[in-house]
């Protein structure tokens, strides 16, 4: 079993077959064997605390999970055993995995980032690369669905196919809005947005932190990197400037 405050991990079949068949709402003590636990990523075996209570409990997480925001579901655990959990949107910096602390349940589900690309070209490639790196969705489909753990990049110049596009973005209140360009072609696109109604002042272009990039994997590097930066909030600077801590 965990203690108190820290993380835990998910266990497989091998541990739930061994909680039988009592539907009894509870917490389960039981043996996590060593393949069980390695299959996980955990170092050795062990005991585990299961907390058990009925499907039916369950809130409706499709439709949370649907709306691509980070949410905890809340188990109260009390003398006579666990309470129907509740699904809380939380803030996006918050870190999958689950806490236990004063009889409270907390396991924390963070969607998995999706990275849309408008356009075409070489560096549609290096970011699906990098992505696939990263565990990171990189694809140029539709930016519908997205949330402020996503990100947005507009590699055309065609304003007439990218405005409606970054004000979409926008609307939804994607985490990274994102545009390749020069400048002169940056100041072109906010003046478009302004006159749809849409306060550009997020809008990241020309897209990527400062790296000196010359190639176009490097350039790839350098926008990933300023997406994870702005959705964790961080501000991309060195680490060896700061006194904060160092991971998201």
């Known amino acids: 079993m965990a203690p108190e405050g820290t993380v835990g991990a998910i266990v497989g079949p091998g541990v739930v077959d061994r909680?039988?068949?009592?539907?009894?709402?509870?917490?389960?003590?039981v043996e996590v064997?060593?393949?069980d636990a390695e299959a996980h990523g955990l170092a050795c075996g062990g005991w585990a605390e299961v907390l058990v209570h009925p499907a039916s409990w369950l809130p409706p997480l499709g439709e949370v999970a649907g709306r691509r925001v980070p949410f905890v579901l809340t188990t109260v655990v009390g003398d006579d055993g666990p309470v129907a959990p509740i699904a809380i949107e939380v803030?996006?910096?918050?870190?999958?995995g689950v806490t236990v602390r004063d009889g409270v349940h907390r396991q924390a589900f963070v969607p998995r980032p999706r990275f849309v690309v408008v356009g075409d070209g070489p560096l549609v490639d290096e970011?699906?690369?990098l992505g696939t790196w990263l565990d990171v969705e990189v694809d140029t489909g539709d930016v519908t669905g997205l949330g402020p753990l996503d990100g947005v990049l507009v590699l055309t110049h065609d304003h007439e196919r990218a405005t409606p596009v970054l004000a979409s973005a926008f609307g939804a209140g994607v985490g990274y809005v994102a545009a390749l360009g020069s400048r002169a072609t940056q100041h072109e696109r906010v003046e478009r947005l302004r006159a749809v109604g849409v306060d550009a002042r997020r809008l990241f272009g020309p897209a990527g932190l400062d790296l000196g990039s010359r190639s176009?994997?490097?350039?790839?590097?350098?926008?990933?990197?300023?997406?994870?930066?702005v959705t964790r909030g961080r501000s991309g600077a060195h680490l060896a400037a700061g006194d904060g801590p160092i991971n998201g």
């Open 19 to 29: 909680l039988g068949s009592d539907p009894t709402p509870r917490l389960a003590r």
């Open 33 to 35: 064997s060593d393949p």
């Open 91 to 96: 803030d996006p910096l918050v870190r999958p």
């Open 127 to 129: 970011l699906g690369s």
């Open 216 to 229: 176009v994997r490097e350039t790839a590097l350098s926008i990933l990197a300023e997406w994870l930066a």
